[in-house]
T-cell receptor, first 117, second 116 residues
Framework: AQKITQTQPGMFVQEKEAVTLDCTYD???????LFWYKQPSSGEMIFLIY??????QNATEGRYSLNFQKARKSANLVISASQLGDSAMYFC??????????????FGQGTELSVKP | GAVVSQHPSRVICKSGTSVKIECRSL??????MFWYRQFPKQSLMLMAT?????????EQGVEKDKFLINHASLTLSTLTVTSAHPEDSSFYIC????????????FGSGTRLTVV
């Protein structure tokens, strides 16, 4: 069975600095997708970045990058130049199978990020 | 972009009553809808997967008679919490599967249920 683990319940970062949020996963599938979502206090789920298991390059989206280490089964999120608005819960998630198969998304425990001015 | 409209955003109900939560895909057809439950400061726990026109598949430990899911059309899925109790108070959020957008998933805005 697939499993996602986030071992950092809470993280603090100084404004304008970079921060890494850890995520490890476990799956027996060869095809899978890894996601990061941001959830502010309003509760909405904001998609940040995606990495497919066959993607050779690490995904990047603006200030977000995903440090994908397949052999170690880790998919850490790096946020550069942190902003006060980055304070939120961050969830790592995994889908087994290809994205056009509509497989279920399983979430990690989450990391609460607080950005200090 | 694809939008999933979830209503109500907040609901307070009395213990023993039923509450219906709707998720509607506004500009696309959602063949699969996922329903999650989230307690404060915790993860999203998948409750069930619904496919249009067929019975929902529930995750282990989720009472299917208590959490009724209906996916009667390609644009509407509903979750009904029957005979609600205070322990059912939680944040419920739906997610529609759609190939090609955000690599497959669009979330509703969530429903905060409080049972008194």
């Amino acid at each position: 069975a697939q499993k996602i683990t986030q071992t950092q319940p809470g993280m603090f970062v100084q404004e304008k600095e970079a921060v890494t949020l850890d995520c490890t996963y476990d799956t027996s599938d060869q095809s899978y997708g890894l996601f990061w979502y941001k959830q502010p206090s309003s509760g909405e789920m904001i998609f940040l970045i995606y990495q497919g298991s066959y993607d050779e390059q690490n995904a990047t989206e603006g200030r977000y990058s995903l440090n994908f280490q397949k052999a170690r089964k880790s998919a850490n999120l790096v946020i550069s130049a942190s902003q006060l608005g980055d304070s939120a819960m961050y969830f790592c998630a995994m889908r087994e199978g290809l994205h056009n198969q509509g497989g279920k998304l399983i979430f990690g425990q989450g990391t609460e990020l607080s950005v200090k001015p | 972009g694809a939008v999933v409209s979830q209503h109500p955003s907040r609901v307070i109900c009395k213990s023993g009553t039923s509450v219906k939560i709707e998720c509607r895909s506004l500009d696309f057809q959602a063949t699969t809808m996922f329903w999650y439950r989230q307690f404060p400061k915790q993860s999203l726990m998948l409750m069930a997967t619904s496919n249009e026109g067929s019975k929902a598949t529930y995750e282990q430990g989720v009472e299917k008679d208590k959490f009724l899911i209906n996916h009667a059309s390609l644009t509407l899925s509903t979750l009904t919490v029957t005979s609600a109790h205070p322990e059912d108070s939680s944040f419920y959020i739906c997610s529609a599967a759609r190939a090609g957008l955000n690599y497959g998933y669009t979330f509703g805005s969530g429903t905060r249920l409080t049972v008194v």
